[in-house]
């Protein structure tokens, strides 16, 4: 599934392991792994080039050519995000995650009933201000404070500031579990866990052995009548069978599992591969 709806942000162009983006009035040269075909132009002689993220051994940094905003926005449909150049090549946001934003927007309007979701490792809060923009209440956890605050932000920004939405800065497994002895429960679960991490304590955390128990884990927040349950992963080599497996295992015989290759439409006529998701969704009655 790709992202083609969106007017502030698109791809011009790739190749040479890069991607050359326009966020707003703004335009970025990134590094991007997936992108293994050479450049068709010289993407660093684009006219308006404003900076260029360049990699020094295990980081790097941005390389500023033009004088532009620290921070901006972006909006998608009737969401609006800050955007803000930052360590590890990112933004803030990643657009490619339109195409789920749109599909939890169709499941929650069409429900018939207030919906309510519980969003994993949530960064920025783009499925967050997606889901609320939608009608439905929201709890949006995360382990890093300043991703949070973000989140928050971008939920004023798209006027959403009384929607309700709870955020926690927490470790995502450990408050499932305080959730779960708590006797909480969710309409709905989106997840985007990382594919490696460390914990405060040191806690390892790599994705191929720790998601299927963490998705076992959150069948207990779940309510007697669950939507839908999202997976999305950016880990390099995970086929996307991989996620529809784990959700159907979990789910047995109820509803219905699939799983796509999630990216964006280019300005070149291609698209860009941007990691892919599982989705499990009730079925309709």
């Avoid at 999202?230 to 159907?248: C, F």
Wanted: charged share 25%.
């Amino acid at each position: 599934m790709k992202a083609a709806k969106w007017r502030e942000y698109s791809v011009i162009a790739t190749g040479d392991g890069y991607k050359l983006e326009r966020w707003g009035k703004v335009v970025l040269l990134r590094p991007d792994p997936q992108v293994i075909w050479p450049a068709s132009r010289d993407m660093e002689r684009y006219p308006d080039l404003a900076a260029k993220y360049v990699r020094r051994g295990g980081g790097g940094s941005w390389e500023r050519l033009k004088k532009f905003p620290e921070e901006w926005t972006v909006s998608y449909r009737n969401l609006t995000f800050k955007v803000k150049p930052m360590g590890f090549k990112h933004t803030g946001l990643f657009p490619e995650q339109a195409v789920n934003w749109d599909v939890m927007d169709g499941l929650i309007k069409n429900a018939g009933r207030k919906i309510s979701v519980l969003n994993l490792f949530a960064y920025t809060g783009g499925a967050t201000v997606a889901c609320a923009a939608a009608g439905a209440s929201v709890c949006h956890v995360d382990a890093a404070k300043n991703m949070v605050e973000r989140a928050g932000e971008n939920l004023r920004l798209s006027g959403l500031e009384n929607a309700g939405v709870r955020f926690i800065v927490d470790d995502c497994k450990k408050f499932v579990q305080r959730e779960i002895r708590r006797g909480r429960k969710y309409d709905a679960v989106v997840m985007d866990p990382p594919s490696y991490g460390r914990g405060p304590n040191g806690e390892m955390w790599k994705l191929e052995s720790e998601l299927f128990p963490l998705v076992k884990l959150c069948m207990g927040v779940l309510s007697d009548d669950p939507l839908f349950f999202l997976i999305n992963s950016y880990t390099t080599g995970l086929q996307p069978q991989v996620l529809e497996n784990i959700l159907k295992l979990n789910f047995k015989d109820r509803g219905a599992a699939e799983a796509y290759e999630v990216g964006l439409e280019t300005e070149e006529g291609i698209v860009l591969p941007c990691g892919c998701s599982g989705l499990w969704r009730a079925r309709q009655r």
